[in-house]
């Protein structure tokens, strides 16, 4: 009987401690995200009290996973040898190990939560994929090396306090018998495959307040989940309608008296045809997608801090869209709804997908009009796939490239940007000011050669760590993202102010858009508000000139500017003409798990597990009201949706 006593408090003591300081460290970080965001979260008695459990429940399912290996150790691991030097070294090297990553985790997920006041999602997946940009994001946004010693320090208090309470003595100094390391190695086996076949991160997303359910969850289990799903095949996760009954819906909303549908199958390809009385306007075209620019950081909608000064002035001689959304909280969802005109599909962007080459994209209608197409990224664009997406489907492209690997047909169309055309660099890539230079030379030498020029630039600057260069703005370096901001704003005034002295002026479209909200996060199941972006058209004859009302969505602004433009082309965008007096206002929203439309205050999100919700949005206080399911509105909702993931399985956007 002495022997049994020692087992389970001998043997696994280690395994018990740490266990037991896990679980304790979880549900501190779980309170310190709940104090984070303390005018957010339900105080409600009975929903703290679900927070918390319900995250209890999803980290003993994590350190279950966690100390498994651990447990068949113990299980496989011979008495005769428990205590020798073999015993010790392996236990204290995985065991300090196991606790360094753990704390470091815990370190990470604040600084997550940071900048996008959620847990760990596939955004963290796709980071652990770009270690260069990432690492060096995290060492110029916070002292790095500090941040490793500080956990360091906290790993060897927490196996110092092991030690104190002689969890390894006891570990090295216990034998066990092999049917009692039978029953424990079962029991972490049954929690295991418990929550391999039936729990899913979906369900810590229990309450109707977004901050609560994100707090419930276990930051370490997320990210698996979101590893293990980042790809999702619509028909078997959403609900659905007869494919027939899709495609006449989608078919029906986007034909108008300009629209002629060329195939009587699944499929949107279709001729537009504009005003025969009007000659088309062949002008060179400058389209920049700026990076995480809000709506909320303008005067314009009601910002006082004055930190988008250029672009509150020319919203008021352009062609503005006031009421547009993004389609996704991501860069590359931006360069798919823009390039491809398409609702944001479940899962992974477009973008990232493999065999996402010889796409129907914008691309496709400028080189029929004679144009070249020309990508600029001041970073390296093998980060988020974006070379193989711009080579493969058109795009001359102008990176920072650090050698990456690209396939022969991306090696071809790639231009590297020098060093002596740099002047300020951080993780993600050169500032505005220097990829605004970049594309004006590439344009002054198309100017030269009498080729009309699509330039696509996408921006970094307004990104963490918010570096930018000395003595531009009012705000220093690296300090806030208001700095970022208002940079970015300076910037684009610069580069105003060079192009206007160039002849090819004149002749020039200038087009800019956000990519995405600088956040996407809030208490509701989406924060409709914080998907509101600006939009503006430039250097368009005067008379063009307006403020665009009507609510639409990224996958609206090309279409709109060919019509602009009076081009008749081909078509397979999902977007509309805004302008077109059949326009139906409605937006097209998601993540890479929700997807929504909204047409003006009602809201109808689709979610994963065929479940769906629908919604009446306040807009002043920014809330969703649940309101009786609309039969009507929900099947438009999955149409859209639908054929969007259809065409593009079934390699129909050609």
């Not at 999803?58 to 011979?78: E, N, S």
Request: charged letters at 20%; aromatic letters at 18%; one cysteine or more.
């Amino acid at each position: 009987m002495e022997f049994k006593k020692l087992n389970y408090s001998g043997r696994f003591s280690l395994l018990l401690s740490l266990v037991l300081w896990f679980l304790i460290v979880s549900q501190v970080v779980r309170g310190i995200f709940f104090i984070w965001q303390y005018d957010e979260v339900s105080f409600n008695l009975f929903t703290v009290a679900g927070t918390f459990l319900t995250g209890l429940f999803f980290d003993t399912g994590t350190i279950g996973f966690i100390v498994f290996p651990a447990v068949l150790y113990y299980v496989v691991f011979p008495n005769k040898w428990i205590g020798s030097w073999l015993d010790k070294i392996l236990i204290w090297f995985f065991t300090s190990l196991t606790v360094f990553i753990l704390i470091f985790t815990f370190f990470a997920e604040i600084t997550f939560w940071d900048e996008f006041k959620t847990r760990f999602n596939f955004i963290a997946v796709d980071y652990l994929i770009y270690t260069h940009e990432v690492i060096a994001n995290i060492q110029e946004s916070y002292p790095l090396p500090l941040l490793v010693a500080g956990v360091a320090v906290f790993a060897f208090a927490v196996l110092y306090l092991f030690y104190r309470r002689n969890s390894f003595s006891k570990t090295f100094t216990s034998n066990v018998l092999f049917k009692e390391r039978i029953a424990v190695f079962s029991f972490v086996l049954v929690i295991c495959l418990f929550f391999s076949a039936f729990i899913t991160n979906n369900q810590a997303e229990w309450s109707s307040n977004r901050y609560n359910s994100e707090i419930s969850k276990s930051g370490i289990y997320s990210f698996f989940s979101a590893f293990r799903n980042n790809q999702m095949k619509y028909d078997e996760f959403y609900s659905s309608i007869d494919r027939n009954k899709a495609f006449a819906f989608v078919k029906n909303n986007l034909k108008d008296d300009n629209t002629t549908f060329m195939f009587n199958d699944f499929s949107i390809h279709r001729s537009i045809k504009n005003n025969p009385n009007q000659p088309e306007i062949k002008k060179n075209v400058v389209f920049i997608l700026v990076e995480s620019l809000s709506g909320s950081f303008m005067k314009e909608f009601g910002n006082e801090k004055n930190i988008t000064p250029f672009l509150d002035s020319i919203a008021q001689k352009s062609v503005f869209f006031e009421n547009l959304y993004a389609t996704g909280t991501r860069t590359v969802r931006g360069m798919e709804a823009m390039t491809l005109s398409i609702p944001p599909t479940p899962g992974q962007s477009i973008v990232k997908r493999p065999e996402n080459q010889n796409l129907y994209t914008v691309s496709n209608v400028f080189k029929s009009k004679g144009y070249t197409s020309n990508f600029f990224y001041g970073g390296d664009g093998y980060f988020d796939n974006m070379n193989a997406y711009f080579g493969g489907n058109g795009f001359i492209i102008y990176d920072r490239g650090r050698g990456s690997v690209l396939s022969d047909q991306i090696k071809t169309t790639r231009n590297n940007i020098n060093d002596d055309e740099v002047t300020f660099e951080n993780a993600w890539g050169i500032c505005d000011e220097d990829i605004y230079s970049k594309m004006i030379k590439v344009a002054d030498e198309h100017y030269t050669k009498q080729q009309p020029f699509f330039n696509f630039v996408m921006t970094t600057s307004n990104h963490r760590p918010y570096t930018y260069p000395d003595g531009k703005i009012d705000i220093p370096s690296g300090t806030s993202r208001d700095g970022a901001v208002k940079y970015t704003d300076y910037a684009l005034q610069k580069m105003f102010e060079k192009v206007k002295r160039k002849p090819w002026f004149k002749n020039t479209v200038f087009v800019i858009i956000a990519d995405h909200c600088a956040s996407s996060a809030g208490k509701e199941e989406i924060d409709v508000a914080n998907y509101h972006i600006p939009a503006f058209i430039i250097n368009m004859p005067k008379e063009m000139n307006q403020k665009i009302e009507k609510q639409c969505s990224q996958i609206d602004l090309f279409p709109t500017f060919f019509s602009l433009l009076n081009w008749n082309y081909e078509s397979d965008f999902f977007g509309k003409n805004v302008l077109d007096k059949k326009f139906e206002e409605r937006a097209l929203v998601g993540t890479y798990r929700k997807l929504v439309l909204m047409k003006r205050n009602k809201v109808m999100i689709l979610s994963d597990q065929k479940k769906q919700n629908f919604y009446t949005w306040n807009k002043h206080d920014n809330t969703l009201k649940p309101i009786p399911m609309d039969k009507t509105f929900f099947n438009e909702a999955i149409s859209w949706y639908q054929t969007a993931d259809y065409l593009f399985t079934n390699k129909l956007l050609k």
